[in-house]
């Protein structure tokens, strides 16, 4: 069972970026996935979640910037970030659960870290 999340980089404030998230040893289409980030310096925080269904929950910094999606035919999750700022800056990671139990998942992948410049 392992989930990885792949996609991070360096981009200017205002630029784009989409995470992927891929679960392999299982089918994510039975989890809820959530998104953590940790930026330096501080602890880690969640920030977004889709459920099962497909339904979203994000954190009011990135509700309007972030949006979700997931392809259960490639068993990924998507995180589309537009309009990246530089407090965005943070080692992003996934999460599997049977629900956005965003106090404590218990499937994580490897974290990608997303830099965005001023």
């Known amino acids: 069972v392992q989930l990885q999340a792949s996609g991070g980089g360096l981009v200017q404030a205002g630029g784009s970026l989409r995470l992927s998230c891929v679960a392999s040893?299982?089918?994510?289409?039975?989890?809820?996935i959530g998104w953590f980030r940790q930026a330096p310096g501080k602890e880690r925080e969640g920030f977004s979640c889709?459920?099962?269904?497909?339904?979203?929950w994000l954190e009011d910094s990135v509700k309007g910037r972030f949006t979700l999606s997931r392809d259960d035919a490639k068993n990924t999750v998507y995180l589309q970030m537009n309009s990246l700022k530089p407090e965005d800056t943070a080692v992003y990671y996934c999460?599997?659960?049977?629900?956005?139990?965003?106090?404590?998942?218990?499937?994580w992948g490897r974290g990608t870290q997303v830099t965005v410049s001023s």
């Open positions: 040893g299982f089918a994510l289409e039975h989890y809820a």
């Open positions: 889709i459920h099962i269904g497909g339904g979203q």
């Open positions: 999460a599997a659960d049977r629900g956005c139990w965003m106090d404590g998942m218990h499937y």
